[in-house]
C-alpha cells in the first residue's frame, strides 16, 4: 500500500460499515455547512450593497474582473437569492449533481465583493472548503455509501492542512524566532485598538494581563499555538484526531482571549468533524429515517 | 466504501491540492478558500490602525498634536455603532494615498452625516512599534476632522502626508 493510500484509510475508513448514525450525522452536518452559507452569503451582500464604494484590495477572482459592479443595482443581494436557492435545493438533491460547484463559485464571487476593501479574514475558510468538498463529492462520488465518506474525509484533510501550512507561513515569514513574546505584545496592542475603535471601550482580560508583565509568558503562549498548528495534520489519523482536534480548539480559545480574534464557525466545525458523533447518534437510532436515506 | 473508493478519494484529493497550489501561488497565498494561512506570518512590524474620536468639546487648537493613547482628547466614537467595519475603516485611513475631495467625503459617508448631526469627529491614525527591548509605543495621529458637511485636513501635518502619489 502506498502512503497516501494509507493516509486514505484512515480519512476514509474503507473497512467500517456504515451506519445510521453515521448518515443522519452527515445530514446534519450539511444543515450546518449550509446555514453558514445562506449566512454569509446575505452578511457579504448587504455590506456589499450598502457599504462597498470602491475596490481596495482585489482577491481571487476580483483580479480579472471588475468586482465593483457587485457594489451595485443590488447585484450583491441577487447573489445571495441565488446561493439560497442554490444551496437549499442541493441539500435536499434537487437538480444537477453539480450544483454544489454553482454554490461554490457564487459564494467565491460574493467573497471577494464584499473583501474587496483590504481585510482578508479567514474565519469563513472552512466553510467554503466545506463547500468545496461537497461539490467535488456530490459531483464524483454521488453514491450514498461513498459521498459522506469522502466529503468528510476531504475536509478533515483540508483542515489538517491548513493548520500545518499556517506554521510554515510563520517559520518562513519571521523565523524561529517568531514565538518572542513581544511580538504578542505587538499584536495585543494593535487588537486592542481595534477592540476600543468599535465598541469604545477595552479592557485587557487575564491572559492578555499576563502575557503583557512577563516576556517568557507570552513566549510560552506563542510557541504552545505555534505548535499546536504544527501538528494539525495529525487529524488525519482517526485514533490521534479528538486528541489534536482539543488541541486546536483550546488554541482558538487561547487566540480569543489574547488577540480577540472570534472563529465561531471555524470551532464549531471542528467540534462536529473532529470528533465520532456518529457513534454517539446509533445509541439512540438503530435504522435510517427515510427521508435521510432520500436527502443523501 | 471501499479501498478502491479510498484510492481514488486521495487522488481527487491530490488534484484539489494541485489546484489549490496553482490558484495561491501567484495571488500571495489566498484564493479563498484556498489560503496557505499567512496571518500573522511576519512578526514584530510596526502597525498602523484608525479610531475615531469625538472632539465635539475641544478647542480647535488642542486638537491637532499627535499624543499617546492615554492623553485622547475626546471619547473614542464606536464605529460598530454606526454599522462600519472597524477593519474596512482602518484600511480605508491606512491605504489611501492620496485624499482627493471625492475620498475625504466619503469619510462623511461612511458614517452617515445624520449620525454625525452637529457633533465634530477626528479620523486618527493609531501607529504602534516596539521601543527598546522591553515596551510598545502607541501614538495617535489626529489625520481628518470632519463634521456632517465638511472635512478638514490636520494643519500640522506636511501636504505630503495626504497626497502621496501614485494609485
Known sequence: ?296 | MNKEYSKKGMKVIGVIFVIFALLVAPHEGEFWPFSIYPMFSQAGNPWTRAMVIDVTDHDTDEIWEAHSLENLRGNPVPVGKYGVDQIDYSNFMSKTRNWTEPRRMALIQMFGSENIGSQRWMASKVHGKMVGEDSVAVIVQPFLLFTADSVYMNPLLDESEYFRGGN
Request: aromatic share 18%; glycine share 8%.
Open chain 1, 1 to 296: 500500500m502506498k502512503w497516501y493510500e494509507k493516509i486514505g484509510v484512515q480519512l476514509f475508513e474503507p473497512g467500517r460499515e456504515q451506519t445510521p448514525g453515521e448518515l443522519v450525522f452527515f445530514k446534519l452536518f450539511e444543515l450546518f455547512v449550509i446555514y453558514y452559507t445562506i449566512k454569509f452569503a446575505w452578511d457579504w451582500g448587504l455590506y456589499t450593497q450598502f457599504r462597498n464604494t470602491e475596490v481596495v484590495l482585489p482577491l481571487g477572482v476580483a483580479n480579472y474582473m471588475d468586482i465593483s459592479i457587485f457594489f451595485e443595482h443590488n447585484i450583491a443581494l441577487i447573489n445571495a437569492g441565488l446561493i439560497s436557492i442554490f444551496s437549499i435545493a442541493a441539500y435536499f438533491r434537487k437538480g444537477p449533481k453539480w450544483l454544489y460547484m454553482v454554490v461554490m463559485v457564487l459564494l467565491h464571487i460574493q467573497y471577494v465583493a464584499r473583501f474587496s476593501q483590504g481585510e482578508i479574514p479567514h474565519s469563513q475558510n472552512l466553510i467554503g472548503m466545506s463547500v468545496l468538498c461537497f461539490a467535488v463529492g456530490a459531483w464524483f462520488f454521488p453514491e450514498k455509501k461513498i459521498m459522506p465518506r469522502f466529503v468528510l474525509g476531504s475536509i478533515i484533510f483540508f483542515i489538517g492542512l491548513g493548520y500545518t501550512s499556517a506554521f510554515f507561513a510563520k517559520l518562513i515569514g519571521t523565523g524561529i524566532n517568531w514565538y518572542d513574546g513581544r511580538h504578542l505584545w505587538l499584536w495585543i496592542s494593535e487588537k486592542s485598538i481595534d477592540i476600543l475603535s468599535r465598541e469604545g471601550v477595552y479592557s485587557a482580560n487575564f491572559l492578555q494581563e499576563l502575557a503583557l508583565k512577563s516576556t517568557v509568558a507570552a513566549s510560552i503562549i506563542l510557541l504552545i499555538g505555534w505548535f499546536t498548528e504544527l501538528i494539525g495534520f495529525t487529524m488525519w489519523w482517526k485514533k490521534i484526531r479528538p486528541i489534536t482536534t482539543t488541541l486546536l480548539i483550546g488554541m482558538h480559545i487561547g487566540i480569543t482571549l489574547s488577540m480577540n480574534i472570534r472563529f465561531d464557525a471555524f470551532v464549531i466545525q471542528l467540534i462536529l468533524v473532529g470528533y465520532p458523533w456518529y457513534k454517539v447518534i446509533d445509541q439512540y437510532i438503530k435504522s435510517t429515517p427515510a427521508i435521510i436515506h432520500k436527502w443523501i
